[in-house]
């Protein structure tokens, strides 16, 4: 079955830019969405198909997606972007896999 | 409003059975796949499946075939997840969750989730 790896966890500087990766073989080829979880709460989607923000999601949140990796950028990462991040596929029209999740810390 | 509400939390001792709801308001219910994903106590997100209430057509992880059992009741607009013998490894939150679009997509919609507690 299709495998998704993603770092255990990120650290930015409040301000700065943060940078999530989501690797997998030929990931390019696939559309890559990704959720913001904070302890206690459901995911909330804040890009679907690799690079699109749905309603309400800051400018500030971006994604690409080529060759085996796809990224999800947080620019100006402020105290609230402080959340784990996970990154989804449809491996095939059937089934879909999540990425282990990236713990994201705001320094 | 778009909406997935889901039954409450649950304790239950080994071996007894299970079936926790998600019902759906606010959009048609029938046209939308509808997944089931578990989060075990300090874990990540696990797929675990997906059913199309249109038609009940249904999907499992190959980690979940067999385990679980994924239905849904178009005439009251809700799915369900089921166990027939809980272990103590089904203690989680599952949360159902509806894509953006009609087909196989990013979910948008997330129930606020079941937690399930399993223990003797």
């Known amino acids: 079955s299709y495998e998704l790896t993603q770092p255990l966890s990120v650290s930015v500087a409040l301000g700065q830019t943060a940078r999530i990766t989501c690797g997998g073989n030929?990931?390019?080829?696939?559309?890559v969405h990704w959720y913001q979880q904070k302890p206690g709460q459901a995911p909330v989607l804040v890009i679907y198909?690799?690079?699109n923000r749905p309603s309400g999601i800051p400018e500030r949140f971006s994604g690409s997606n080529s060759g085996n990796t796809a990224t999800l950028t947080i620019s100006r990462a402020q105290a609230g972007d402080e959340a784990d991040y996970y990154c989804?596929?449809?491996?095939?029209?059937?089934?879909?896999?999540f990425g282990g999740g990236t713990k994201l810390t705001v320094l | 409003e778009v909406q997935l509400v889901q039954s409450g939390a649950e304790v239950k001792k080994p071996g007894e059975s299970l079936k926790i709801s998600c019902k759906g308001s606010?959009?048609?219910?029938?046209?939308?796949?509808i997944g089931w994903v578990r989060q075990m106590p300090g874990k990540g997100l696990e797929w675990m499946g997906i059913?199309?209430?249109?038609?009940?057509?249904?999907r499992y992880s190959p980690s979940f075939q067999g385990q679980v059992t994924i239905s849904a009741d178009k005439s009251i607009s809700t799915a369900y997840l089921q166990w027939s013998s809980l272990k103590a490894s089904d203690t989680a939150m599952y949360y159902c969750?509806?894509?953006?679009?009609?087909?196989?997509?990013?979910?948008?919609?997330w129930g606020q989730g079941t937690m399930v507690t399993v223990s003797s």
């Open positions: 969750a509806r894509p953006l679009t009609t087909s196989r997509d990013a979910f948008d919609i």
């Open positions: 606010g959009y048609s219910f029938t046209s939308y796949w």
């Open positions: 059913i199309y209430p249109g038609d009940s057509d249904t």
């Open positions: 030929n990931i390019g080829s696939k559309n």
């Open positions: 198909r690799d690079s």
């Open positions: 989804q596929v449809w491996d095939s029209s059937t089934a879909s896999v």
